[in-house]
């Protein structure tokens, strides 16, 4: 490496946040830009390691072992960085992940739980690094449309925008297919779009990457709903291949009492709603679930939730609660029961959360709780939430449960119950109507690294075929597949 004492010479440092006084009146980043050399210095801690733990990751292990899914080359691009070659440092990147302002900006960074600089101090800022390389390279000019010089005659439709339809899409079409992408919504992106919030991911970031992708030759038919609008025998018959990258989107719901009052909504209701008028009318048409003067109660601990937080706050929301069923993490990783290179289970502070804190005053998650019941008023709206808090103790069958604390009752005032408590698997009807079979979970069966499911020529890709997981894992299985798919309709394939 080119300063082979960076890691003992500098700290870890990140770019600053805005005041959240500032970053609750707007929809825009929470970060401030970091200046190039402070970068370029942070670059310089990446360790001459010898194995580069960060850079690879296994789906069989995951989300256990952490590491990057895409194998992001990522000791060779920050040495290019601290020596000032950006534009070779781009290149790099893309080489292996086609969307890193995407995954620089929203993926949780298994690299950093997998940085061996980690094992005792703190991790090499790898997430602020590869957000930084492709901002510098789109603000250089260097990030352009890539049209493939030949085509191969072959058609292959994608369902779904999110990450891995369009990892999936921009591969094939590399590889000279021509390629279809149907997406439901209005828009591109799927959870990219809709699912994140601007300030997390600004739409206009987004977009950009579309367009370039559709100047590509990539065709986006927005506002069809594939099982509905077409269906699938017909795509079946007009494309050479097809590719389900339809994301996990059944909720997992809350069973009690109340569930049904209005003013309870699940986490993507409220943020999709969001997040659509805000790009329609800038929250001018109403279309949205307002927090403004109410008291929010969110029932689950995860970004999902978080994100419920932030976008309450940002809303003027009177108070904001977030209850999690399970303990509190630890403050650090704790060694003996999750050792490195295991993604490090401890607490996090996340933009919400510190929002929550400078403008309530405390942190707004209650750890070991559960609800029993949503009240109503008179008029069948939301009033309070009942909750009780809870110990986990194994059952007769070895099984950990939840055990009510007696006494422990409360009552929460609420307006607003939104259940941001992940998601079960895909929809169906689709994987019906293509008669794919589907495990117990509900997932499409198609093992991974082949992506090929029951079905001649129809392939699987992301959430709907793995489950519930991070962008990096829904990049990678799209690049994965579209190598099988590049194979299957040429026999063999040069994508990596």
């Given amino acids: 490496m080119g300063n082979p004492t960076g890691f003992i010479n500098l700290g870890r440092a990140l770019p600053t946040e805005r005041h ?57 691009w920050n040495d290019l960085i601290y020596r000032g070659r950006w534009q070779d440092a781009v290149e790099l990147l893309h080489k292996t992940n086609n969307f890193p302002e995407f995954t620089g900006r929203v993926c949780p960074a298994p690299c950093e739980g997998a940085c061996v600089l980690g ?30 010089s030949a085509r191969t005659g072959k058609n ?32 591109i992106g799927g959870l990219l779009m809709y699912g994140i919030p601007n300030m997390k991911l600004q739409k206009e970031l987004v977009q950009r990457r579309v367009d370039i992708l559709a100047e590509e030759g990539i065709v986006f038919v927005t506002n069809t709903e594939v099982g509905k609008d077409i269906n699938a025998e017909q795509l079946e018959s007009d494309f050479d291949a097809v590719v389900l990258c339809i994301g996990a989107t059944v909720p997992r719901d809350l069973q009690v009492e109340g569930r049904e009052l209005n003013g309870v909504h699940f986490a993507m209701e409220f943020l999709s709603a969001n997040t659509k008028s805000l790009l329609d009318s800038e929250h001018k048409d109403g279309k949205f679930i307002n927090a403004q003067g109410k008291n929010v109660v969110v029932i689950g601990g995860g970004d999902t939730g978080t994100d419920c937080i932030g976008t309450s706050l940002r809303h003027q929301c009177k108070s904001t609660v977030q209850l999690e069923i399970m303990p509190r993490p630890p403050e650090k990783r704790e060694e003996k029961n999750n050792p490195w290179p295991q ?48 110990t986990w103790q194994r059952n007769d069958k070895g099984q950990m449960m939840p055990q009510e604390v007696a006494g422990s009752e409360k009552v929460l005032a609420a307006d607003i119950v939104l259940i941001a408590m992940g998601f079960i698997g895909p929809e169906g009807g689709l994987i019906e109507q293509f008669g794919l079979e589907q495990d117990n979970r509900s997932n499409i069966v198609a093992e991974y690294d082949k992506f090929t499911t029951s ?40 994508l990596p």
């Fill in 20 to 76: 959240a006084g500032e970053r609750l009146i707007d929809w825009l980043e929470v970060y401030d830009d970091m200046p190039k050399a402070e970068v370029e210095q942070q670059a310089s801690r990446c360790m001459d390691c010898g194995v580069p733990f960060c850079q690879s990751a296994k789906s069989e292990f995951a989300p256990v072992v952490a590491g990057c899914p895409v194998n992001n080359v990522i000791p060779e």
């Fill in 156 to 187: 292959v439709a994608v369902i779904g925008s999110g990450p891995a339809g369009l990892a999936t899409a921009a591969q094939l079409n590399k590889a000279g297919h021509m390629v279809t992408v149907y997406e439901r919504a209005d828009r």
């Fill in 455 to 494: 079905k001649e020529g129809v392939f699987a890709a992301g959430d709907g075929r793995r489950g519930q997981s991070l962008i990096v894992w829904a990049i990678d299985e799209g690049r994965r597949c579209a190598r099988e798919v590049d194979s299957y309709l040429m026999g063999s394939s040069y």
């Fill in 119 to 148: 094992i005792n101090a703190d991790p090499v800022a790898i997430k602020l690094h590869e957000k930084e390389i492709i901002d510098h390279a789109f603000a250089e000019g260097w990030v352009t449309a890539q049209v493939p």
């Fill in 343 to 390: 993604w490090p289970k401890r607490l996090l502070v996340d933009y919400g959360q510190k929002e929550a804190i400078e403008i309530q005053g405390q942190d707004p998650r209650q750890y070991l709780v559960m609800t029993k019941k949503i009240e109503s008023d008179e008029h069948g709206n939301v009033k309070a939430v009942h909750t009780v808090d809870i």
